[in-house]
């Protein structure tokens, strides 16, 4: 991206000021760039390296012409260079952006109130989170900012035009520039920068002021040296950004000091579970949230917005054959949590499901005091707390992208003694919640949600629920498994009854852990009041995933395709059952039961499929499927019909207009329905339809769904917003490069 300020003006010309200029002049930065700096050594050195066209001691000689000032002082002399700054500036200049880089920002906006009386609108407070042990112009490095992230926090009144402008500036320097308000920025940074950097300035000091203190240093290791790097860092800059944040770094000091209590009383008592809680806890959560901010995606998302997206370019044609085995199934993986820390005894389970959904599961457990060992290649060892163990969490719990989660856990923390709050991402936030929100009200529990029912969902603790006969409107595994994991903290029997059959993971692994479920024809019920005892789990391969396989193979001619070790539950099974009546060469074999699960190996050949009228009854059977059979449909001949699918509406997508209008951009022949959706095929064996680009709403189905239409495609399909993928499907492009199908990722500025 390209700068067009003309004339830029860093006021301070140190690490981060010089920095800013060798990153500009790398990225080809056209214009001229002037520094202020109160030392004329570090200009001149700053002209002699070829940062800086000119510079004074003085600001008043530089503003004249500048239509950007950067103001890269230490925190508590923001003021002062704001008040030099509204002498010299004039005020009718709204064209001149003014920015700073200070690491906290309410003290900066208060100083720039003082200053200009007001906030300027074309001042964009920011903070690049970047930097070095290294001070001076001499430090500056052209690659400081590079893949790190700078937060911009305007205010009402700040100009959308100078926020992209100072948008441009970082991202021309290589950062990922990011927006949050001014409260939450430094609550975060007194707990990500400014804790750590306290910690290592007392724990040197400490050491250093004890006689053993040569011993001490000569022989630190590496882990010494890494944490107590920081404490390298300039101390008037720190002491500056102590005391300008002094509230939010005491209170994140408060907190710290508490776990480290906790700790430390572990300790003295040996105990051992404890204090695997609290290391596994952090040692997962430092892998598992890097990884995810990585991808910009998890707490990116919930802390911050993120302006990239990644698309997937997927090349026409390819082959399918091979065996295959697909990860594990989310919705068991889910379970064998929530139930695993609720029991009395250890869980051991394999096939764990390591994508986002499943993983934002197992950290919220951790969050509420479990001990929870792996996930390591599938498994994961969970030490229970019983049924009134959990430990209230220190804030939301964050469930990703996962309306499983949300709604499932909507019911267990509705019987604990704690308040809570539950939230996800932008796409599960936009999901209705009434349809649980409402039955736990009719148990009695005290549940808030946004306009529309609608996430956040926050919890009161302490309400005492009462078993109910509920008759779901709408079949739904979610909404049923929310209600019977309330009812175990129910007084007496809480009686769900569904419309329509639906898959039942949460009943067999409820009974597998020896706590009964009963059930008589469309209706089943549980007592409240047990408990739950631990148990081996493995959990089976993920039909919802191996479906994308099936399709592949169904419609790719000379395809050949087994996917081993596949959950068939009985109400999983609609994708079977609606490709065999398609005409699908699927036969079942080696079937089996695993830990109350049937499972079995699908071996399916490429046949013609025949367009055909999906029957009612096979609906809530292949609910999550539908979106790669859309794709079966569009390669069968005729015409497929479907009916009775409104749930399609409210998953992460309206999934029958996603879908639709993907199909309209390959030009496949469709009419949509309320409940459902008429598509007419074209059975030959050559290319079924074109290419063109596909907007899959940042539903993970959507995105393989058309990634799988490729395989039958006569041009490339462009398919965006497709970060999602992760949460459901880990590996999914490296599956599918073993059936011929070739994907790229390219990231794209939203």
Known sequence: MKVRESRI????????????????????????????????????????????????????????????????????????????????????ADDVVITDVGSTKAAIQQAAERAFGSMLPNLVLGHPIAGSEKSGVAASNPALYQKHKVILTPCENTHSQAVRR????????????????????????????????????????????????????????????????????????????FVANRDAVLASLTDFEAGLGRLRQAIEAGDGDAML???????????????????????A??????????????????????????????????RSIMLGAMADGVTEVQGFLEGEDSLATLQAFREMGVAIEGPHQGRVTIHGVGMHGLKAPAGPLYVGNSGTAMRLFAGLLAGQAF?????????????????????????????????????PLKISGGAPLQGIDYAMPMASAQVKSCLLLAGLYATGDTRVREPAPTRDHTERMLNGFDYPVSREDDTCWLKGGGS???????????????????????????????????????????????????????????????????VADLHIRYAPL?????????????????????????????????????????????????MADGLAVLGVPHEVLNDGIDIIGN???????????????????????????????SEEILIQDCANVATSFPGFIELAARIGLTIDKETANA
């Not at 006689?211 to 290791?221: G, K, M, P, S, V």
Request: hydrophobic share 40%; aromatic share 6%; glycine share 10%.
């Open 419 to 455: 308040d809570s709050e539950l939230t996800g991402d932008e796409s599960l936030s936009k999901r209705p919640m009434g349809r649980v929100a409402d039955p736990l009200r009719l148990m009695g529990a005290r549940i808030e949600t946004t306009e529309g029912g609608r996430p």
């Open 610 to 658: 025949k367009g055909i009228d999906i029957p009612v009854e096979q609906v809530p059977l292949a609910i999550d499927e539908f979106p790669a059979l859309f794709i079966a449909a569009a390669n069968a001949e005729g015409t497929t019909r479907l009916r009775g699918a409104e749930e399609l509406r409210v998953k992460e997508s309206d999934r029958i207009q996603a």
């Open 301 to 334: 998302e919930y802390q911050m917005q993120s302006h990239g997206k990644l698309n997937f370019r997927v090349s026409p044609g390819g082959r399918a054959q091979g065996q295959l085995r697909v990860p594990g199934d989310k919705s068991i993986s889910h």
């Open 683 to 713: 059975g030959d064996s050559g290319p079924s339809y074109g290419g063109g680009c596909i907007d899959s709403l940042g539903d993970h189905r959507i995105a393989m769904a058309f990634a799988v239409a490729a395989l039958r495609a």
């Open 532 to 598: 739950l005892t631990a148990g081996p789990i493995d959990v089976p391969s993920d039909i919802s995933s191996a479906t994308f396989f099936l399709v592949a193979a169904a419609i790719t001619p000379g395809s050949d395709i087994t996917l081993e070790h596949v959950g068939i539950n009985p109400t999983r099974i609609g994708v079977i059952n609606i490709l065999q009546l398609m005409g699908a060469d699927l036969r079942l074999v080696n079937q089996r039961e695993v830990g109350g699960e049937p």
């Open 277 to 299: 809680a609290t290391f596994d806890r952090a040692s997962h959560a430092r892998h598992y949230f890097e990884s995810l901010l990585n991808k910009t995606s998890y707490q």
């Open 166 to 241: 100072v948008r441009e500036l970082w991202a021309a320097c290589g950062a990922q520039v990011l927006e949050m308000d001014v409260e939450r920025h430094d609550q975060v940074l007194a707990r990500t920068s400014h804790l750590p950097h306290l910690l290592a300035f007392s724990l040197v000091d400490t050491l250093a002021r004890q006689d053993q203190r040569l011993d001490i240093f000569r022989y630190a290791a590496g882990g010494f040296r890494d944490f107590t790097r920081i404490a390298g860092s300039d101390p008037v800059m720190w002491r500056d950004i």
């Open 9 to 92: 003006v860093i006021v301070g010309l140190g690490l981060i000021g010089g920095s800013l200029a060798a990153a500009l002049r790398e990225s080809g930065f056209r214009g001229e760039i002037f520094a202020c700096d109160p030392s004329a050594s570090e200009i001149e050195l700053g002209i002699e390296m070829g940062l800086i066209d000119s510079g004074d001691t003085e600001l008043a000689s530089l503003v004249d012409d500048a239509s950007m000032i950067v103001l890269a002082v230490p925190v508590l002399a923001m003021e002062s260079v704001m008040g030099e700054l509204a002498a010299c500036l004039d005020r009718a």
